[in-house]
Antibody, heavy 121, light 110 residues
Framework: EVKLVESGGGLVEPGGSLRLSCAASGFTFSTYTMNWVRQAPGKGLEWVSSIGTSSASVYYADSVKGRFTISRDNAENSLYLQMNSLRAEDTAVYYC??????????????WGQGILVTVSS | QSALTQPASVSGSPGQSITIPCTGTSSDIGVYYFVSWYQQHPGRAPKLIIYDVSNRPSGVSNRFSGSKSGNTASLTISGLQAEDEADYYCNSYTKTSTLVFGGGTKLTVL
């Protein structure tokens, strides 16, 4: 059974930093593209970032480019999202999601339970 | 990249069929077959129900089907059931190598 568990969320002041982690199990982590998707309170889904199997390919939404960094550790079956220069509009539940294949274009077939990040003074 | 356009809400009675349209542009839906649909129940994580326009993942009911025409993709749910009441989101790959979601559609089963 695929399992994705996010951690590292919480309350942070504007301009601050936070690092999210996602622990994966139940599948061969190193062979799938991994992703972050967020959802602001009461709002819709927003794709944040994707990373290929070898970390050579990374992609970001314009809204986070230059502030967020996605990374992975295939030896530890873990996905990360380093979030810097946080803004109020980054407040959201952040989901870790596994792509169907080695590629991020064709859908995310497993999701974590999500972790809340609140940016507020 | 602007969000794909979906109606805020749709409704239908048990047993009926409904269709949720998702309108994009010639930079996303119009040029790619990388359209996915997700179902999200309140307080739950999204669930993939359609990928690559019209394909269903293993375990997803065949009451869910997808299609595309021009810049618009559509999700059709046939034989509506109470458990189908949820939010539905479309998603597409774009020419700028990003992904874009629709604003979401709340389905009410009357």
């Amino acid at each position: 059974e695929v399992k994705l568990v996010e951690s590292g969320g919480g309350l942070v002041e504007p301009g601050g930093s936070l690092r999210l982690s996602c622990a994966a199990s139940g599948f061969t982590f190193s062979t799938y593209t991994m992703n972050w998707v967020r959802q602001a309170p009461g709002k819709g889904l927003e794709w944040v970032s994707s990373i290929g199997t070898s970390s050579a390919s990374v992609y970001y939404a314009d809204s986070v480019k230059g502030r967020f960094t996605i990374s992975r550790d295939n030896a530890e079956n873990s996905l990360y999202l380093q979030m810097n220069s946080l803004r109020a509009e980054d407040t959201a539940v952040y989901y870790c999601a596994k792509a169907r294949v080695d590629g991020y274009k064709t859908g995310f077939d497993s999701w974590g339970q999500g972790i809340l990040v609140t940016v507020s003074s | 990249q602007s969000a794909l356009t979906q109606p805020a809400s749709v409704s239908g009675s048990p047993g009926q069929s409904i269709t949720i349209p998702c309108t994009g542009t010639s930079s996303d839906i119009g040029v790619y077959y990388f359209v996915s649909w997700y179902q999200q129940h309140p307080g739950r994580a999204p669930k993939l129900i359609i990928y690559d326009v019209s394909n269903r993942p293993s375990g997803v009911s065949n009451r869910f089907s997808g299609s595309k025409s021009g810049n618009t993709a559509s999700l059709t749910i046939s034989g509506l059931q109470a458990e189908d009441e949820a939010d539905y989101y479309c998603n597409s790959y774009t020419k700028t190598s990003t992904l874009v979601f629709g604003g979401g559609t709340k389905l009410t089963v009357l």
